[in-house]
């Protein structure tokens, strides 16, 4: 089945405590992103890569690394969590390099993260 | 400032009620709109429109982009309870991997 998976898809962890956040299609998908969302300000892109070991920010990257070494996953990392980075996250892919723009855009399941 | 802006933010209509959810944008070197429906889960893709004037359907649901005003309005008709959810509407910056969202439109239908 073609999908988008992400792991864990809960997590509760301690400020400061590195974490990182699997991601991964079986689509041979060109493009992936991560969003955060959060109440009352809705979805935001963190990070996007249009290609193996190409990666670019999106409107929030404080706090958060990625890397893609290979095409099927893109880990989110977190280095030092803190509590304003509680949210729930989201990975998707796209089979083209312009991803969204010009392709539809795949989601994962979410990944609730709590910070205390 | 690039941005993209949704309207209402809520609304609760009527099982058989049609609605109207709108979107404007502001963005430099515009390519396309998209529309995703999001339940109690990760958003899924419903339209992505282009070209001014051009109507996208899919059963219920329609959608048309007006590129001179700088809006899209997505139509639901016929409302049903499953129509529930949160729509999303997104715009792709000057960086084409870079997509921007609106808050969304949380519509709930009652029976």
């Known amino acids: 089945e073609a999908q988008v998976t992400q792991n864990p898809r809960y997590l509760i962890t301690v400020t400061g405590k590195k974490l990182t956040v699997t991601c991964s299609q079986n689509m041979n998908h060109e493009y992936m992103s991560w969003y955060r969302q959060d109440p009352g300000l809705g979805l935001r892109q963190i990070y996007y890569s249009m290609n193996v070991e190409v990666t670019d920010k999106g409107d929030v990257p404080e706090g958060y690394k990625v890397s893609r070494k290979e095409k099927r996953n893109f880990p989110l990392i977190l280095e030092s969590p803190s509590p304003n980075q509680t949210s729930l996250y989201f990975c998707?892919?796209?089979?083209?390099?312009?991803?969204?723009?010009?392709?539809?855009?795949?989601f994962g399941p979410g990944t609730r993260l709590t910070v205390l | 400032e690039d941005k993209v802006v949704q309207s209402p933010l809520s609304l609760v209509v009527h099982e058989g009620d049609t609605v109207t959810l709108n979107c404007s944008y502001e963005v430099t070197n515009f390519r396309s709109l998209l529309w995703y429906k999001q339940e109690k889960k990760a958003p899924t893709f419903l339209f992505m429109l282009?070209?001014?004037?051009i109507e996208k359907k899919s059963g219920r649901l329609s959608s048309i982009l007006d590129k001179k005003e700088l809006f899209s309005i997505l139509n639901i008709t016929a409302t049903q309870t499953g129509d529930s959810a949160v729509y999303l509407c997104a715009v792709p910056l000057k960086s084409q991997g870079n997509l921007i969202f609106g808050k969304g439109t949380k519509l709930s239908v009652k029976p």
């Open positions: 282009t070209s001014s004037g």
């Open positions: 998707a892919s796209s089979s083209s390099r312009t991803g969204p723009s010009t392709d539809t855009q795949y």
